[in-house]
């Protein structure tokens, strides 16, 4: 985990997943963020499947499955993560049925993450979206335990289209606290500040999902 006390600029960039998932975003937006990406050293670009390919010299190339219900059939979710692999994404963030989390039904949350990790195989990283801030503690911590034990890479908070919210210190701590370092934390929804960001890390993220990284990155020193 980064000390957040002395974060600097290109510490928190080799965090973030630049990430561009409007509904309305278009080819030439797509361009001009793997081009601001490769300015501010980000990690990675997130982008909508149906964006791929996408050519992106020196940053990792991710995308989601699922998104942003997660209310599609697993063989769905699998079926778009393996295409999405196939045409270059090295990270698949999929999000989990979160009707299933509140009602207490993980082993259908088992089941639809392992459906996505076996299309994908070992070809990606597997990023778990759980939507935090839609689920109490008992579930945010199940559904952790459900990710890690289907071999996912990470657990990530919020896909920032919920309108129960996104990131918050709270879910990062206690998913960091659940996974012990096992499985990766990626923060991701309504992180628009430095500040916000650090407060984050210092929680226990070690990945996260930035549209407005210019400006958060603006607040760590050089």
């Given at each position: ?58 940053v990792v190339v991710a995308t989601v499955a ?8 697993s063989l769905i979710k699998g079926a778009e ?142």
């Amino acid at each position: 985990m980064a000390d957040s006390s002395v974060l600097t600029r290109a510490d928190v960039a080799a965090m973030i997943d630049h990430t561009l998932l409007a509904p309305e975003a278009t080819a030439a937006e797509v361009a001009a963020l793997v081009a601001e990406a490769r300015e501010l050293g980000v990690y990675a670009i997130c982008v909508s499947p149906s964006m791929l390919p996408v050519r992106a010299p020196g940053v990792v190339v991710a995308t989601v499955a699922g998104f942003p219900s997660g209310k599609h059939h697993s063989l769905i979710k699998g079926a778009e993560a393996k295409f999405a692999v196939d045409q270059g994404a090295a990270e698949v963030d999929m999000v989990i049925d979160v009707g299933a989390a509140l009602a207490g039904d993980f082993n259908a949350v088992l089941a639809d993450i392992i459906t996505v990790r076996e299309a994908t195989a070992d070809r990606a990283v597997l990023k778990v979206i759980i939507e935090s801030a839609a689920l109490p503690d008992e579930a945010i911590v199940r559904a952790c335990r459900a990710a890690e034990q289907a071999g996912a890479d990470f657990v990530k908070t919020s896909t920032g289209f919920h309108p129960a919210g996104g990131a918050s210190v709270h879910a990062v701590r206690l998913m960091a606290e659940t996974v012990g370092g096992r499985l990766g934390v990626k923060a991701s929804g309504g992180i628009r500040t430095a500040e916000a960001a650090a407060e984050l890390i210092a929680a226990g993220a070690t990945r996260l999902g930035l549209s407005k990284s210019r400006a958060v990155l603006a607040g760590f020193p050089a």
